[in-house]
């Protein structure tokens, strides 16, 4: 394989693991608390060792991820630390694939510029860029919703939509959904095709499709396997990021890198990729390099 290849695979695998979409209109509070109470069973008794609920589609032209969860959070806190760009920013760079992440803002609103990268450091000259409007939308105060949307991206890829949206539930928890879809075009199926038939091609996601002969679960691969990997790595940062909001501020960035490899872990079949020390150590210093551009502005 030839290195424009390999180039157009990373390209495509790295939209992937950020997410993307196509349009969908999300749920208002009323129908985000119906949609807790009829997941309540699957929320309490799944295989994920918490309370949460996964789903994948791939349609003609067009991928969708989404996750249902119950973080341990009270509802002011989860909207008032994940209302703010530059609290995004800090989330993002939790990710194993974000290299560096910048909220500016401007007349239009705010724009998160994200660089994506190896899952190993690397200059930023050597990553690719991506810039997502920030809209935050509060229509009631016992809902939370914000959006990422960015136009076009790279590969033919297109339509990309990040949405996070939360209600309150009983005992001071929040009940949170999270969807990641994204368009496409012929050459960006050709080379997501490429990648799942090489490099990708033993890799799988969460959902349970049946049994192997010795009675191990079979689990979703293919396109539907990446969305699904990173639609769960997405939501450790998340709650990795309010995690560490209980430690004093200059702790709470180490706090959330441990909690979120220490998340990571517990699913090795799917999320497994680099050891818990050289994670660490890549994340410190990106944060450090992002630290220092910002201030620098």
Known sequence: M??????????????LNLGAASAETSMNAKELQAKYTSLSDKLRNNHYGRPLYMESQEHKESLKGDIYAVVDHPFA?????????DHWCDV?????????CQATPGKSGTLLSVNLGKKAEQPLSKTYRLDFAFRSNKPSPDYFQIELTADSGPVGTR????????????????FMHLTYTYGFGLSSRLATNTYLSTVGRDKVGFTITGKNSD???????????VIERNTMRYYLAIDAYLGGLSAPAPQQ???????????????????????RRTYLEMKRHEHQRQQQSQASL
């Open 92 to 100: 993002l760079l939790l990710h194993l694939n974000i290299k560096y």
């Open 253 to 275: 960035f180490e706090k959330r890198l441990k909690l979120v490899i220490d998340a990571t872990e517990e699913y090795p079949l799917q999320l497994h990729e680099v050891d």
């Open 2 to 15: 030839g290195p424009l290849a390999m180039k157009i695979i990373l390209a495509l695998l790295l939209l």
């Open 159 to 174: 339509d990309y939509r990040i949405l996070l949206e939360a209600v309150p539930i009983k005992n001071n928890k929040t």
């Open 215 to 225: 009675g191990t679960p079979q689990y979703v691969n293919g396109v539907r396997g």
């Open 77 to 85: 806190t989860f909207s008032t630390a994940l209302d703010n760009p």
